[in-house]
C-alpha cells in the first residue's frame, strides 16, 4: 500500500531536549516536505526536499533542520525545542515532475513541548 | 499567489449532494484548481484537480466556470465519512513551487 508514515503519533516532551520527527514514504517519491497545523495559521511549510541531498526553507523553518540522506525518509529534527513549536506535523511527498502530481500526507505527530 | 475564497462551512445531510464553492478571480492561464480534504485528525488527501473542462472521479466532481472565476466541488451523495475540511487550492502548471498554499477552507459537516 502506498503510504507515508511518521513516528511517533503522539509525543510530550520538555524544553531544550533534542527530538526527531520520522517520516518515511513507500512510493519513490523525490518531493518530500514537512507542514506545521497550528489552529488559526492552517498548514504552514517548514522545509521541503526535491531529492536526496537536495533541501531547502519553507516558510517557517526556524527552529527545524532536516536531512535527506536517503530517498525514502526525510526527518524532522528539533535541536532545541520551545513551547512555540508545541503543534501538528505532517510530512508530504509527491513526484517531482510537475505541479500537477498528488501529493500524499502522512498521519500527523501531535507535539507537545512543555 | 492568486487566491482563493471559500465559506467558512456548510451542512448536509447523509446522501445529499454537496456543492461546495470556491472563487478564484485573479486565476491565471495556467493555474490548475485543486481540492484537498482533510478528515478529522488525519493528514490532507487529494481529491481532485482540474484546468477548464469539467472533472469526475471516483470521489467527486469539480465544475469549472467558463470564465475561470469560480469553481465548484460536487458531492454527489455524502456520506458521514465526508465530514471534513475542504482546500481550494491554485497551482500554476509553470511552477516549481510544489508548496501547497492551503486556507481556511471549508469545514463540511455531514448530518445522518
Known amino acids: 500500500e502506498a503510504q507515508v508514515t511518521q513516528n511517533p503519533r503522539y509525543l510530550i516532551t520538555v524544553t531544550g531536549k533534542k527530538l526527531t520527527v520520522t517520516c518515511s514514504q513507500n512510493?519513490?517519491?523525490?518531493?518530500m516536505s514537512w507542514y506545521r497545523q497550528d489552529p488559526g495559521l492552517g498548514l504552514r511549510q517548514i522545509y521541503y526536499?526535491?531529492?536526496?541531498?537536495?533541501?531547502d526553507k519553507g516558510d517557517v523553518p526556524e527552529g527545524y533542520k532536516v536531512s535527506r540522506k536517503e530517498k525514502r525518509n526525510f526527518p524532522l529534527i528539533l535541536e532545541s525545542p520551545s513551547p512555540n513549536q508545541t503543534s501538528l506535523y505532517f510530512c508530504a511527498s509527491s513526484v517531482a515532475s510537475g505541479t500537477l502530481y498528488e501529493q500524499y500526507f502522512g498521519p500527523g505527530t501531535r507535539l507537545t513541548v512543555t | 499567489d492568486a487566491k482563493t475564497t471559500q465559506p467558512n462551512s456548510m451542512e448536509s445531510n447523509e446522501e445529499e449532494p454537496v456543492h461546495l464553492p470556491c472563487n478564484h478571480s485573479?486565476?491565471?492561464?495556467?493555474?490548475?484548481i485543486h481540492w484537498y480534504r482533510q478528515l478529522p485528525s488525519q493528514g490532507p488527501e487529494y481529491v481532485i484537480h482540474g484546468l477548464t473542462s469539467n472533472v469526475n472521479n471516483r470521489m467527486a466532481s469539480l465544475a469549472i466556470a467558463e470564465d475561470r472565476k469560480s469553481s465548484t466541488l460536487i458531492l454527489h451523495r455524502a456520506t458521514l465519512r465526508d465530514a471534513a475540511v475542504y482546500y481550494c487550492?491554485?497551482?500554476?502548471?509553470?511552477?516549481?513551487?510544489?508548496?501547497?498554499?492551503f486556507g481556511a477552507g471549508t469545514t463540511v459537516t455531514v448530518r445522518a
Open positions: 485573479t486565476i491565471s492561464g495556467t493555474d490548475y
Open positions: 487550492i491554485l497551482r500554476g502548471i509553470s511552477s516549481n513551487d510544489y508548496k501547497l498554499s
Open positions: 526536499s526535491m531529492n536526496v541531498e537536495v533541501t
Open positions: 512510493m519513490n517519491h523525490e518531493y
